[in-house]
């Protein structure tokens, strides 16, 4: 099978962020891990809907009610298909992967963890899967154990055994792609293991559904978070997959609103799937253009982006490794996605992004929200840049160029 290959220059023209110009020069955009730029199709998608098509969902009898019903619904079934998830009542809007997260660790975690039960993380998770865990362990007297990494970023799959003698493996909860490291992590495995232990599998997709194809019937895991503004989406939406079985079991997690069936003075019940779980007026319009962004990346193809951020990553990597004083962190390209976290002997990550933004290059620097795994990897922080459907070469021509002025400064 050969892949579509994506032309990102020709893309950039959806994105008006790329005709504005700085010194002749449009900014070079490395921090799409953070979120991602916005294509006229969504916005301009987004505006229709609002003119033409706004009222709340859910409630009214009217046709403009109808239509942003429809308009909303529509958008969770482009989730399904996106996931390829069984059945809509399966997909939830939050406001984004670190609420849906949080909505698993609460309301399942809450009824189902105790004293002799192990939550399992990782090293390299993002805060939004790893506190919430951490503080429901405690919560609930269960222990909290992580997977180690070595030195490439990868997990250590061999403590698992060590793990599991520690009490009833009750959760797992790992990233898809590493936020900071882009390491790819063996879900898969990490389910069959799960559920050998007796259980669940929780799946943070902030990073890799922007990026890879997702199939969570494939993962074999229980549920899976990602959020709308990583893939070309409005901020302010996200989703949430969970097995039926379990969300059928679990309490609600906010109350009030479309969440409920009856209320009476001494007792109120929950309305159905996926409503139970989507307490309050959602963001309609962000849902709605959350479904065209998934359309829109769809339609370009995740095989055509992935294989895009691979070229990329291999010539940033590459370029990068003859800086002298710089270090790479994380696996080699092969298993990676598209980011590159790294440091600058002598230099602050903050002090590097400083520099870079003169240039016009705009990278992150800091912990990305993984203070666990700095203490890893020694450092306070790294400076990251991370790529997307719009990335072109020029873009890591102008970070090694700007990173060598960053030594020029500071020699
Ligand atoms: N999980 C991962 C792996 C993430 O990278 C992020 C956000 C989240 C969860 C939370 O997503 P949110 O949309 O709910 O905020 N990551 C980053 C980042 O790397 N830089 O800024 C945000």
Redesign the pocket.
């Known amino acids: 099978m050969t892949t579509q290959r994506l032309d990102a220059q020709k893309l950039r023209a959806d994105f008006a962020v790329f005709e504005e110009l700085t010194n002749g020069r449009p900014v070079a955009y490395l ?1 799409s ?3 991602t730029q916005k294509p006229r199709q969504v916005l301009d998608a987004m505006r229709e809907f609002y003119e033409h098509s706004y009222a709340n969902v859910h409630r009214g009898v009217y046709t403009l009610a109808e239509r942003a019903t429809a308009g909303y619904e529509g958008a969770r079934e482009k989730v399904r298909a996106y996931i390829n998830a069984p059945s809509n009542r399966e997909v939830i809007f939050t ?7 949080n909505l698993i660790a609460y309301s399942w975690g809450l009824e189902n963890l105790g004293p002799g039960d192990v939550v399992v993380i990782t090293e390299l ?2 805060h ?2 790893f506190v919430p865990w951490q503080f429901i362990a405690k919560k609930t007297g269960a222990q909290f154990a992580h997977i180690p990494i070595d030195d490439y970023g990868e997990l250590q799959l061999d403590a698992l055994d060590e793990i599991a003698t520690r009490g009833n493996v009750k959760v797992v909860a790992n ?1 898809l ?4 490291l882009g390491t790819i992590n063996p879900v898969e495995k990490l389910a069959v293991w799960a559920h050998e232990q007796g259980a669940i599998m929780v799946v ?1 997709a ?2 890799a559904a922007p990026h890879r194809h997702i199939d969570v019937q494939a993962l074999g895991c229980d549920f899976l ?1 990602f ?1 709308s ?2 893939v070309c989406g409005p ?1 302010g939406v ?1 989703a949430l997959w969970g097995r039926r079985e379990l969300l059928e079991e679990m309490q609600p997690f906010n109350l009030g609103g479309e969440m409920i069936r009856s209320v009476a003075l001494d007792r109120t019940s929950w309305n159905e799937l996926p409503y139970k779980f989507e307490a309050g007026t959602p963001a309609i319009a962000e849902a709605y253009g959350f479904g065209v962004a998934l359309d829109y990346v769809s339609e370009i193809g995740l095989d055509a982006i992935e294989a895009h951020e691979h070229e990329l990553v291999v010539t940033a990597m590459d370029r990068l490794g003859e800086i002298p004083g710089l270090r790479i962190f994380g696996p080699p390209a092969e298993r990676r996605t598209g980011i590159v976290s790294f440091e600058l002997e002598g230099v602050h990550p903050h002090d590097v992004a400083q520099i870079l933004n003169w240039e016009g290059v705009a990278v ?1 620097a800091g912990h ?2 993984t203070q666990p795994l700095m203490t890893r990897l020694g450092v306070a922080a790294t400076t ?1 840049a991370s790529f997307y459907l719009y990335t072109i070469e020029e873009d890591i021509d102008r970070l090694i160029d700007g990173l060598l002025k960053v030594k020029e400064t500071f020699a």
């Open positions: 921090d891990a953070s979120s406001r984004g992967a670190t609420e849906a997260l998770e993002h939004a899967n990233n792609v590493s936020n900071t943070d902030a990073q978070a959020s503004h990583k901020s996200g992150r990305h929200c990251r």
